[in-house]
C-alpha cells in the first residue's frame, strides 16, 4: 500500500477509508488507531471500585461448531453496580444469554471464553477475583446458585419435575445454609408465602406439572431467594408468561430486591419492561454492548441507531396514524467474520466507515456511552427520528391514556 493512503483526512468518515483485502495488518492498525482518535478507551469509570460487584473487562466468547470457530461475544466491558438493576437488552440470538451465562461458568460444552476477565468482588476481602478463569465444577459451584443464581425463562430447565416443590427449595437450605430438615421446611413454606404461593403449607408436596407457570415462575424464584445470592440474573424470566402475570412477577423481583439487597441482571428483549425495572441499561447488539447508561438516559437520550430502532417499535407509542416501526432485517448470525458495525447493514444512518471498522465506544457522559461513528466529531450532523426527540413527550401520553382506559373500564 502507498504510504500517502495512510494518511487519515478529516472526512475520513465521510467517502471512504483505504482498506481492502490487501491491507497489511501493520497498515489496518494504523489507520484504525488515528480512527478511534477522539474515542476514551478508558471510557469506564475506574476512579472507584467502591459501588462495583462485578467487572467484565474485553470478553470475548467464541464457540467451535462444525469444526469451524466463532466469535459470538466481541470484546464486551461493563461494570455492574452493587444494589442495582441493569437491564440488558437487544433482539434475540444478540448475545444477551451466552454473555450473561460465562459469570456462572454455565457455557455449554462447545463454548469458551477466548479472552477477557470477568472480576467478582469478594465481600470478605473486597478484592475482585477473575471468575474468568475458573475451569472445575469444584470452583463453579462455590458461585453458581450460592453467589449468582440465575432464574431462565422455561422454570422446567430449574424445576426437577420428579421432586415436590417443598424438597426443592428445603434442599437448597440444607445444603447452602445448614438448615436441619424439620426448620428447612418451615423455612420453605415461609418462602413460598414470601413469593405469594397461596396455600404454601398445603401445596408444599405439590409436584412441577400441579402449579401453573406463573406459580412454578414464583418456585423458581423461591429456589433463588433461598440460595441468597449477590446478584440474581433474571433471563427473560416473564417472556413465556401472559401480560398480568408478567407484571405481577416483575414486581415480585422488584418487592424482593428491595427487601434482600441483591443485584439483578435483567436480560429482555423487550424494551418496555425495561422502563419500570432497570437503573441502568446496556443494549446488545451483535454480541457486543452497543450503548450503556443509565435508564433515563438510554430513554431519553439515546445515542445508538440500533437503540433508536429499538425504541422506536416500543408497542406503546403505536398510534392509529402512525404503524409501528420495525426494524428490518435480521441480526448478525456469527457464521461469518463481522465487518465494521454489526447494525450497518440493516442502518438507515451507516456511513462508509461503519461497513469496515467497527467504532470504539464513545463518551457520552460519565455514566453513559455508545458505540456508533455518528458521534465522532468528524462525522455529519445526524437528526436523530422524530419518535426519538420526542420520546419523552410520547411515553407520558402513553401512560396516561393507559390510566385512562384502565379508569373507565
Ligand atoms: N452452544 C452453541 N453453539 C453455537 N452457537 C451458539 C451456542 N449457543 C449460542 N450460540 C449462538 O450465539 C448467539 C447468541 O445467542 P444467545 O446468547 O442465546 O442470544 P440471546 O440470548 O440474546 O437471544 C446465537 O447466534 C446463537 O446461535
Ligand atoms: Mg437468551
Not at 425463562?153 to 437448597?172: K, Y
Not at 407484571?247 to 429482555?268: A, P
Not at 471498522?357 to 460519565?366: E, L, V, Y
Amino acid at each position: 500500500m502507498a504510504k500517502e493512503k495512510l494518511k487519515v483526512k478529516e472526512e475520513l468518515l465521510e467517502p471512504s477509508v483505504n482498506i481492502d483485502a490487501h491491507t497489511s495488518e501493520e497498515d489496518y492498525n494504523k489507520i484504525k488507531k488515528e480512527l478511534y482518535r477522539f474515542a476514551d478507551p478508558n471510557y469506564l469509570d475506574h476512579s472507584s471500585d467502591k459501588n462495583k460487584v462485578l467487572k467484565v473487562r474485553n470478553l470475548s466468547v467464541g464457540f467451535l461448531t462444525h469444526g469451524k470457530k466463532i466469535n459470538v461475544i466481541r470484546n464486551i466491558s461493563l461494570d455492574v453496580i452493587k444494589g442495582e438493576t441493569l437491564a440488558i437488552v437487544g433482539e434475540s440470538g444478540s448475545g444477551k444469554s451466552v454473555f450473561t451465562k460465562t459469570f456462572t461458568g454455565m457455557l455449554e460444552d462447545n463454548g469458551f471464553i477466548s479472552s477477557g476477565e470477568i472480576l467478582f468482588r469478594n465481600p470478605k476481602t473486597n478484592e475482585f477475583d477473575d471468575i474468568s478463569k475458573y475451569k472445575s465444577n469444584k470452583d463453579w459451584q462455590k458461585i453458581r446458585g450460592r453467589r449468582i443464581a440465575t432464574i431462565f425463562q422455561d422454570p422446567m430447565t430449574s424445576l426437577n419435575p420428579l421432586l415436590t416443590i417443598g424438597f426443592q427449595i428445603a434442599e437448597v437450605l440444607q445444603i447452602h445454609h445448614g438448615f436441619n430438615k424439620k426448620d428447612a421446611k418451615e423455612e420453605a413454606i415461609k418462602i413460598l408465602e414470601r413469593v405469594q404461593i397461596p396455600d404454601a403449607r398445603n401445596r408444599y408436596n405439590d409436584y412441577p406439572y400441579q402449579y401453573s407457570g406463573g406459580m412454578r415462575q414464583r418456585v423458581v424464584i423461591a429456589i433463588a431467594l433461598a440460595c441468597r445470592p449477590e446478584i440474581l440474573i433474571c433471563d427473560e424470566p416473564t417472556t413465556a408468561l401472559d401480560v398480568t402475570v408478567q407484571s405481577q412477577i416483575l414486581q415480585l423481583i422488584k418487592d424482593l430486591q428491595k427487601e434482600f439487597g441483591w443485584t439483578t441482571i435483567f436480560i429482555t428483549h423487550d424494551l418496555g419492561v425495561v422502563a419500570n425495572v432497570a437503573d441502568r441499561v446496556a443494549v446488545m447488539y451483535g454480541g457486543q454492548v452497543v450503548e450503556y447508561g443509565t435508564c433515563d438516559e438510554v430513554f431519553y437520550n439515546p445515542a445508538h441507531p440500533y437503540t433508536w430502532a429499538l425504541l422506536q417499535s416500543l408497542p406503546q407509542l403505536g398510534s392509529k396514524e402512525e404503524p409501528l416501526h420495525h426494524i428490518k432485517g435480521n441480526p448478525p448470525t456469527f457464521l461469518n467474520e463481522i465487518v465494521g458495525e454489526a447494525f450497518a447493514p440493516r442502518n438507515e444512518f451507516a456511513m462508509n466507515i461503519d461497513f469496515i471498522i467497527d467504532p470504539p465506544m464513545f463518551k457520552i457522559s460519565d455514566t453513559h456511552f455508545a458505540k456508533t461513528w455518528i458521534l465522532d466529531p468528524r462525522a455529519p450532523k445526524v437528526k436523530k427520528p422524530k419518535v426519538i426527540r420526542e420520546l419523552k413527550k410520547r411515553m407520558e401520553i402513553a401512560s396516561e391514556e393507559l390510566k385512562r382506559e384502565v379508569n373507565t373500564e
